[in-house]
C-alpha cells in the first residue's frame, strides 16, 4: 500500500498530541521548528484538557500551517487520534504520523521517514528513540531492507494514510498509551501492513518511563502524571521540581 507519488508531491500530516507537562511540549515544539525543512507539511497540534500554558506554547509555534485544537476537559489519547484521522482524510493527505510531546525528533527526521515509507516496502515506520533504543532491542534484521523489521511500534509512528480508512475504530474507554496501542494492533489485523524501525532517525524520548532520558523532569507532578495515566515508572519524586 505505499505511496508511490514523488516526496515533493506528497500531504503530510503530524499529530502532536499534549496532556500537561508543559515543559516538555516546550521542547518538543522547539525542535519540531528548528528540524522544519519539508515544506507540504501540516501539524494537528492538541491540548487534551491540560488546564496550564499547554494552549499557549501550541498557538504561539511557528510550526506551518498548523490547526490547534483546545480541549477544556481530558477526553484521552485514543480519541484524539481518531479525531486526527477523521481530519486527515478530510484533508486528503497521504502521509500521516504522531509524535508525542516528550519527544524531540532530530533535523532532517521528515524527509529520512518519507524515504522510508515512498522507496521501500514499509508501510508503517518508526524512528529509534533513546534511551529504549527499541530498534535493536525489539527490531530485527531481515537481510534485505536497511530497516529494522518491527512487530509492534507504540506511540511514534508515520504511515500511509489509507491504511486508516475502511476501519471500523470502536469509542473504547482506553486510558492513556493503550488506547494508541489499540489503534495500530487493529490496523495490524485488519490491513496487515508491513512495518519497520527507521534506524537512521533517533529521536530523544525526554518522558521515558526509565527516567533515564537527558532532560528527564522528575518532579511530584510529573509522577502524578503518570499515575493518572496509568503508565509505570521506575523513578520517583524526591523533592518538588528536583531535575536530577
Known sequence: MNVKKDIKDLKIGIFVPCYKR???????????????????????LVDDGS???????????SLPSATVIVHTINVGLRRT?????????GNKLDIIGIVGNDVTMPKNW???????????????????YLPSNPAFTQGYS???????????IVGLWFMDRRLTDGILFEDADLCGIR????????????????IGWV?????EDIGHWSGDADGHIKSKEHEEYYSEVGRRIT???????NNE
Open 51 to 61: 488546564g496550564d500554558e499547554t494552549h499557549k506554547l501550541l498557538s504561539n509555534s
Open 235 to 241: 523513578w520517583t519524586a524526591n523533592n518538588e521540581g
Open 179 to 194: 488506547g494508541s496501542v489499540a489503534i495500530m494492533s487493529q490496523i495490524k489485523i485488519e490491513k496487515e501492513p508491513k
Open 22 to 44: 508543559p515543559e516538555y511540549t516546550a521542547k518538543c515544539i522547539k525542535a519540531l521548528e528548528a528540524a522544519q525543512e519539508y515544506k507540504n507539511v501540516s501539524f494537528y
Open 81 to 89: 487520534t481518531l479525531t486526527f484521522f477523521e481530519w486527515a482524510r
Open 110 to 128: 521528515l524527509d529520512v521517514m518519507l524515504e522510508a515509507l515512498t522507496k521501500s516496502d514499509l508501510d508503517v515506520a518508526s524512528c529509534n
Open 199 to 203: 534506524t537512521e532517525v533517533q529521536a
Open 142 to 152: 531481515d537481510g534485505d531492507s536497511k530497516y529494522r523489521i518491527a512487530n509492534n
